[in-house]
């Protein structure tokens, strides 16, 4: 079954740091670039970051403002999709989606709640 | 970053109707490649997004043929030409052509 499946969210102060895995399973994950999109139930949806294939670099973009507090990584020999995510803000707050790059492929989403 | 304009915020629709979805961007979405990366989410309740629509007026496959998508250049529709039950929710449309890929706002149709 083609699917993408997020983990490691959770409630984190600000200031912390968390980070989120997605598992591929059902496609040549290798091939594909991969994105991070997020969804506060105030603001909509939101594009984190993306990540290129390895014949693309492995090549990394982010939103202006995750930007140098978010990393995105990926393990093409565990089919796994990560992001890194330092000082959290409270405004992080938001179910986050991993997709292809594309968008034709959700994961269900895990929900980040920055509080203190 | 290109703003993506969604109309109207919400949409009752009487059951068997038609719907229309408005959404322009504020640059237009042509590719160096030719390629129009204008694509159409739907959100029902409780799920994540999918993709009904790539590239303009592409269906997904599985998606029903009542939904279709037109448009050029910045200013794009949706239609679903008589609404079911199953329509319920929120749609998205999201511009894959410049970075930082963009979504509009979300329009909400509900049955009346």
């Known amino acids: 079954e083609v699917q993408l499946v997020e983990s490691g969210g959770g409630l984190v102060k600000p200031g912390g740091s968390l980070r989120l895995s997605c598992a591929a399973s059902g496609f040549i994950f290798g091939n594909a670039w991969m994105s991070w999109v997020r969804q506060d139930p105030g603001k909509g949806l939101e594009w984190v970051g993306r990540i290129a294939n390895k014949t693309y670099g492995g090549t990394t973009d982010y939103a202006a403002p995750v930007r140098g507090r978010f990393t995105i990584s990926r393990d093409d020999s565990k089919s796994t999709l990560y992001l890194q995510m330092n000082s959290l803000k409270t405004e992080d707050t938001a179910v986050y989606y991993c997709t292809t790059a594309g968008l034709g492929l959700w994961g269900r989403g895990t929900l980040v709640t920055v509080s203190s | 970053d290109v703003v993506m304009t969604q109309s109207p915020l919400s949409l009752p629709v009487t059951l068997g109707q038609p719907a229309s979805i408005s959404c322009r961007s504020s640059?237009?979405?042509?590719?160096?490649?030719?390629?129009?990366?204008l694509n159409w989410l739907q959100q029902r309740p409780g799920q994540s997004p999918r993709r009904l629509i790539y590239k303009i007026s592409n269906r997904e496959s599985g998606v029903p043929d009542r939904f279709s998508g037109s448009g050029s250049g910045s200013d794009f529709t949706l239609k679903i030409s008589r609404v079911e039950a199953e329509d319920v929710g929120l749609y998205y449309c999201v511009q894959g052509t410049h970075w930082p890929h963009t979504f509009g706002g979300g329009t909400k149709v509900e049955i009346k």
């Open positions: 640059q237009s979405l042509v590719s160096s490649d030719g390629s129009t990366y």
